[in-house]
């Protein structure tokens, strides 16, 4: 059974830095596109950022404009995990924030259906 599971959340001072780790098991995930969404109190899940699958192509990567520069996502394939590096947060970035997995026969877009899904982990910011 395929499984994603993010560690690293926790409260972070705005302007510090957070490093979020999603650990894949169950099955290779190296040629799946992987991101990172987050949901807030009251509000809709939204896209984060995505890395796509480093194979023979070169590894492709797409943020929000939210965090656009502040954010950075990698991934090790050897390892089966995905980071997400939060450089200079805001207190708007407190969220869930989930890792996903899309399947290359789900689509070639950076959002959209992804296949699986983290059970998420907590951001908070504090001003």
């Known amino acids: 059974q395929a499984q994603l599971v993010e560690s690293g959340g926790g409260l972070v001072q705005a302007g510090g830095s957070l490093r979020l780790s999603c650990a894949a098991s169950?099955?290779?995930?190296?040629?799946?596109?992987m991101g990172w969404f987050r949901q807030a109190p009251g509000k809709d899940r939204e896209f984060v950022a995505a890395?796509?699958?480093?194979?023979?192509?070169?590894?492709?990567?797409y943020y929000a404009d939210s965090v656009k520069g502040r954010f950075t996502i990698s991934r090790d394939n050897a390892k089966n995990t995905v980071n997400l590096q939060m450089n200079s947060p805001k207190p708007e970035d407190t969220a869930v924030y989930y890792c996903?997995?899309?399947?290359?026969?789900?689509?070639?877009?950076?959002?959209?259906?992804?296949?699986?899904w983290g059970q998420g982990t907590q951001v908070t910011v504090s001003s």
């Open positions: 890395i796509s699958w480093s194979g023979v192509s070169a590894v492709s990567t």
């Open positions: 169950g099955r290779t995930f190296s040629r799946y596109r």
């Open positions: 996903a997995a899309k399947d290359p026969k789900t689509g070639s877009g950076w959002g959209g259906k992804y296949d699986y």
